[in-house]
């Protein structure tokens, strides 16, 4: 006979909950109820021990038998300690719902699993609350389920087929979420992925199936719940706390005081860094909890003042309540934005910024702000299509595929004035599509069936049979000849793409296809899914050329580089991988996502890889330095398409949500105050302005010197000779010859009209320094044999020389021409005649390197940088004026043409404006990696800086005066329209599309095309 619920409670539970007693003495009180089971007629029997704790009456522990019936019927004792449980032993400690390390969600079919689990935990220490034989289906059971997910340190939710049908796991799974509860996943049996809740699916998962090491896998559960333990044990407990106060109505006398307010306070303050955050109930409960402290501190010590005062006092209280709130809000936000834009999210950084200086508005957040902005990416263009999915868009993202709100699939265009979208092509949705590179058809992958449609014409021309159901995946080659398909028979196929006739098939898979993409020249054709490898096949002969091992997790996306050279796949287990096609070795790896690789694309020229996330970033990697430099965020929105548009400046992200997003990118720095240039192939070692201010040259360790225009940010001319590092360089005050210094040791000088090289100077060393003196008259040029030599610019016959210590790093003259300053590696400064190279003044700058030198523009004092320190010197009395410091290791000086100020680069990547007056100091922003050399034009309205990044960063002033000085509320509602996100509480969310406004954003509505 089948038994209630309620029977199965008695003979599979010893214990349902414990109730912990808080103090005084405690006796044992025992009932014992006798009822019937409602569903099978039996007597069930029930103990229920009351406990007297401080004059109330609390239930410890509440145990059940079975019927009398069954214990007849030879069952046998069926309690916890009895081996014939479900054929174990069920542990012998009851389940508590207070002090447990962990709460375990599993399905019912994986018990035996959960009760070895259970043990290995317990013999580590480990607490767990379980519930045997499942979750009841009563209210009061899943009120303790919940309390017990309340109190559990972790949650560990036990992956398995069973567990995904299972609701009331689901249900778990929610409560932890909404709890903010660390969640640890672990596979006991293999789950389908993409049917695995979001939630638990973002965590790395440990894995427990059969075949695994059961040990190393306890090894990483036990790693995973011990990380930040403090942290989460404190998290768990006032979340318990939280809880008691909000289910007794708020009850003051449930609030925290003493040093445990303190403890919470400080743990709250501390919420930016660690994880899980704090939920808002915890941070409310807190904050009442210092109201009520407040408010008991105030009684004791106003009790003789009038109640009107009492009144003014108490809002006074609580207006410093919600000032110290925000206080803490903003600082929360601050330290978000700081590991936004350590993951080269800037665009989150930027808005949690802007939200932190309107809570906060302190001079160091907008300085951080300025920084987060010339690096952040600008929504330009929306297109939004409510109640649909996207599930690819064209190269050139003029066309999309889309399957609509009723499941059909439909092909819309983009046209520069409208989007329109044709009548559906399918009346259900597809299992996957694609379209040919010149966008003219399109491959959509329905069940039974692949259907090749005319795009333009929105028609179906021939559909190719599939009558097994098999086909995932479709791919047309370069030159849409054919057609390329395959899935779960392990078989790539290709096909006649105009008829639809086989052509040729592919064997070698073992597991399920679900990706496959052409080279650009049609020769190769790659494969991959579930077997983690990525094959490479020759197309003409259907020889298998290379299969790529490295991923560690299911193979998501694919593509080919343009010049044919370099394969990026993207996987599930969060890294893309770059392989070389020739070879079939790996050529990188890039990491830095926290989900998989859904969508890849390259840009035309072949240098930058978007990469499109199921957690909804879009990366912009740099192939050259194999590295993120941009991450764009759509949280909540799964990207399935990623398209570099063809005028290099912008970007379209497209996914689940429906809408499709266009950013602009520019050169990856996005800023209208801030201009990147890139071509040099190695570090940039030294960059000079042009006398018009109107280009500027560099040189690099790529043996080149390059001269850049600065209205269209173009590479006008590359100066090529050297055979070594080009170490610095030097414009003549006409503007008409450039000098430069090289590891090759010579100097050259150059035509600037034509690029021609006219003279080159052999030295015995490497040359360092390059530097026009007396009016360009001559040039001064120091060498790594502690020389420096001075040659005539007319016959280029040498003048003077003299030995001043080896490593001189730095040269600066004054502005009339006569004097030289130089600094060495022993932070000596040598004030020197330029006619005679004679000392006037000798300073020391000790300890450090002298990096940088600039006249003031009196000449009487010089500017200097060494090691740490920016430091103002009085030549005459060769003494130190002032000195500054807060920077990392300065590598490079120049000087504002009216003296007031000067900039600063170095090691630790940013750059930094200095008031020498004032001694005030203003970040103007920084780079990938550390900075070797800065110049301020002689217009006084750029500062551009070089570095190790091999990239040069202009930055135009007045530099992000709109960001130093806009009022708060007018800088975050600008900020939400740029980024189309906004802040609240503690995340980052996508602004409403009845939020978003133009001129700063296009917002495109699609239409049904008639």
Known sequence: MRHSWQCRIGYNLKYIGVIRALSGSTRPIALRLAYFCPRCGLLCESMIWLWKVSNSMSVLNLSFKRPAAEKSAGLGDAGPNSAQHNSHHEPESPNSAIDVDSFISYAKADEEFVLRLYNALKERHKESWVVWDGATPDEDSVKRVYAAIEAAQAVIVVLSPDWLGSESCKLELAHAVACNKRLVPIVCREVAAHEVPKDAAVHNWIFFREGDDFGKAMDLLIQAMDTDSDWVWLHTRLLTRSVEWDNNNRNASYALRGHELQQAENWLRKSGTFKPPPTQLQTEYIGVSRMRANMVRFRSIAGGITLAFAAAVLILIVAQNRQRANLYLAQDLRAQAVWALTDRDAPSAEVLLAKSIVMDDRHDTRELFVDAQSHAARLVRVIHNPGSSVATVSRDGSDFITEQAGGSTAIGHIRAGSVEMAPAIETSAPKFAAFSPDNALAAIVMHGRVDIVDVAMNKLRFSIPDSAGSVTC????????????????????????????????????????????????????????????????????????????????????????????????????????????ASGGLIATIRGSTSGINALAFSSDGRWLYTGSQLGVTRICDLAASSVRLSIPSPGNTINAVAALPDQGSVMTAGENGDIQVWDVGYRDYNGN?????????????????????????????????????????????????????????????????????????????????????????????????????????????????????????????????????????????????????????????????????????????????????????????????????????????????????????????????????????????????????????????????????????????????????????????????????????????????TGLTVTGHQVIPLSIDRLHGPHVDICTVRVKS
């Open 474 to 581: 479709a791919a047309f080659n370069y030159d849409r000849s054919l057609i390329a398909t395959a899935g779960t028979d392990l078989t790539i196929t290709t096909w006649n793409a105009t008829t639809g006739v086989k052509v040729r098939e592919f064997h070698g898979e073992q597991q399920e296809i679900d990706q496959i993409a052409f080279s650009p020249n049609g020769r190769y054709l790659c494969s991959g899914g579930w077997e983690n490898i990525v094959f490479l096949w020759d197309v003409a002969s259907g020889r298998l050329v290379h299969r790529l091992v490295g991923h560690e997790d299911v193979l998501l996306s694919c593509l080919f580089s343009p010049d044919n050279t370099m394969l990026a796949t993207g996987s599930w287990d969060n890294t893309t991988r770059l392989w070389d096609v």
């Open 674 to 978: 801030v201009q990147t240039l890139r071509g040099h192939t190695g570090a940039v070692t030294d960059i000079a302005f042009t006398p018009n201010s109107r280009e500027i040259i560099s040189a690099g360790q790529d043996e080149t010197l390059k001269l850049w225009n600065l209205e269209d940010r173009t590479c006008v001319r590359t100066f090529s000779g050297h055979t070594g590092s080009v170490h610095s360089l030097a414009i003549s005050p006409d503007g008409t010859r450039m000098a430069s210094a090289g590891g090759d040791w010579t100097v050259r000088i150059w035509d600037m009209e034509t690029g021609a090289c006219t003279k080159i100077l052999p030295l015995p060393a490497a040359a360092r320094i390059v530097q026009f003196v007396r009016s360009g008259s001559a040039l001064a040029v120091t060498c790594d044999d502690g020389v420096i030599r001075l040659y005539d610019t007319d016959d280029y016959r040498l003048l003077e020389s003299r030995f001043l210590g080896y490593w001189m790093c730095a040269i600066a003259v004054s502005s009339d021409g006569t004097t030289l300053a130089v600094g060495t590696g022993s932070g000596t400064i040598h004030v020197i005649s330029a006619s005679t190279l004679q000392t006037k003044a000798t300073l020391y700058a000790r300890p450090g390197q002298v990096w940088g030198l600039s006249f003031s523009p009196d000449d009487k004092r010089i500017y200097a940088v060494a090691g740490r320190t920016l430091s103002i010197w009085d030549i005459a009395s060769e003494r130190t004026i002032r000195s500054f410091g807060g920077h990392g290791v300065i590598w490079g000086l120049a000087m504002e043409p009216s003296g007031n100020r000067v900039v600063t680069a170095g090691v630790d990547a940013t750059v930094r404006v200095w008031n020498m007056q004032t001694g005030s100091v203003q970040m103007l922003g920084s780079a990938d990696s550390s900075l070797t050399g800065v110049a301020w034009s002689p217009s006084g309205t750029r500062v551009a800086a070089c570095g190790l990044d091999h990239a040069i960063r202009i930055w135009t002033f007045p530099i992000a005066q709109d960001a130093l000085t806009r009022n708060p509320a007018s800088l975050f509602a600008g900020v939400e329209q740029q």
